[in-house]
């Protein structure tokens, strides 16, 4: 197969989808490597460190090229022009968040699949899973800097002093991104509260981690009540494929503190808190009903080169196994990874993501 690496055109994203050290194990498979000149320059892989791969200027090139692109990102306005029928594109696309992006896949027949719903044999996500690993670790650094009032915050420091208390943290959703917040935020001296709707979630984290993290089921009246006291509000839950589910409302919100914060890291599956905008790194917040409001949809995009890295660790055995055995094979052998399949054939073939876009959904083995 042709695998084609365009630059990612996201505003303030500079990941790459594959680092130089899997280069070697593509070719040595039979495959061949076409590379946007640039593409890891921002994550730290110079042009030079790509090995035995043809390296090209700008993106037509690369799209004409490639049976599969291989990318970071959802393909932005600009890229749909790229389109081509059966081309294969392999990344992050969190449709239920982007119709517009929905329809073209399904227009142009392309063969959408996404990291974020192939799941693994246990039924974990584990191509979104080190994304949502770097996003929860940073999540706190991210709180930590907008407290401070040279950033417009409350002036509150994270860990406080002893006599100065330290930030109080509500964490919606307890799986990987919650979690490894509420690791970091407790590690920093922050007092933390984790609220999810799964009874053993809570129960495993409350035996690891005792006393250091609280746990909370969540319904709306105790989520109401926790949120009118805390600094800091972190949206991270997940359905997934389908949008995500509005945990934090308006009338949440207008009982909230001036100047607490909320960082709604799931606001690429369209966002857990109502009436949220997407902001971004370089813009990361602004202000509403008092509140600070922080949705940045790419936040390991800051953190590109550790990003890159453990992107491209979990998404390089899929890459091979897509690129050895095709697309039919994938469905007919390894029904998980199948569960990556978005769009084929002109049709919509995740169940939640039809479901949450009001469209028709068809099985892969018809749409096939
Ligand atoms: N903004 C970014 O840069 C970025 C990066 C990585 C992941 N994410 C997003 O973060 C979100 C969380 O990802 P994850 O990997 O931690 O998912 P996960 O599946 O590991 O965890 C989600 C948790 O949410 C809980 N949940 C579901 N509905 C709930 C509800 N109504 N109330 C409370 N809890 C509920 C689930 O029980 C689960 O424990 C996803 O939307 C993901 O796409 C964003």
Redesign the pocket.
């Known amino acids: 197969m042709i695998i084609g690496v365009p630059k990612e055109v996201k505003a303030d994203e500079k990941r790459v989808s594959i680092t130089p050290d899997k280069i070697k194990g593509l070719i040595d498979a039979g495959h061949k490597i076409i590379l946007e000149s640039g593409a890891g320059q921002d994550a730290g892989f110079p042009d030079s460190a790509y090995l035995n791969v043809e390296i090209v200027s700008g993106p037509a090139k690369v799209w004409e090229s490639a049976d599969m692109i291989v990318k970071v990102k959802e393909p932005q306005q600009e890229e749909f022009k790229h389109f081509r029928q059966n081309q294969i594109i392999f990344t992050y696309l969190?449709l239920a968040a982007v119709p517009e992006l929905t329809s073209e896949l399904v227009k142009t027949k392309v063969t959408g699949i996404a990291y974020?719903t192939i799941e693994s044999n246990s039924g974990s996500?584990p191509l979104?899973?080190p994304?949502?690993e770097i996003?929860?670790r940073l999540a706190p650094q991210i709180a930590a800097r907008l407290l401070q009032s040279d950033f417009g915050g409350p002036g509150k420091l994270l860990g406080g002093v002893p006599g100065a208390e330290p930030c109080r943290f509500v964490v919606?959703?307890?799986?990987?991104?919650?979690l490894n917040a509420a690791f970091i935020a407790t590690s920093l001296g922050a007092r933390v509260t984790i609220?999810?709707?799964?009874l053993d979630?809570l129960r495993s984290i409350e035996y690891r981690y005792r006393g250091s993290i609280k746990t909370m089921l969540?319904t709306e009246e105790k989520l109401t009540d926790y949120l009118t006291r805390t600094d800091v509000a972190i949206g991270?839950?997940?359905?997934?494929g389908a949008s995500?589910?509005k945990?934090i409302t308006e009338k949440m919100i207008n009982e909230m503190n001036p100047l607490s914060l909320i960082i709604d890291?799931?606001?690429?599956?369209g966002g857990s808190v109502e009436q949220i905008k997407s902001t971004t790194q370089s813009n990361p917040t602004y202000i509403k009903n008092d509140v600070i409001h922080c949705a940045?949809?790419?936040?390991?995009g800051s953190v590109a080169h550790t990003a890159s890295t453990a992107l491209s660790n979990a998404t390089y055995g899929h890459i091979l196994y897509l690129a050895n055995n095709g697309v039919e094979n994938l469905i007919a052998k390894n029904k998980p990874f199948a569960k990556g399949l978005n769009t084929l054939n002109g049709h919509v073939t995740h169940e939640a993501l039809a479901k949450s876009l009001d469209l028709k959904y068809v099985n892969v083995v018809e749409a096939l």
Not at 195 to 198: G, L, Q, S, T
Not at 265 to 269: M, R, S
Not at 296 to 300: C, E, G, T
């Open positions: 969190h974020e996500l979104l899973e994304m949502s996003a929860g919606v959703g307890g799986g990987t991104v919650g609220f999810d709707i799964n979630r969540s991270a839950v997940l359905i997934p995500a589910p945990v890291v799931a606001i690429d599956q940045i949809p790419n936040i390991p």
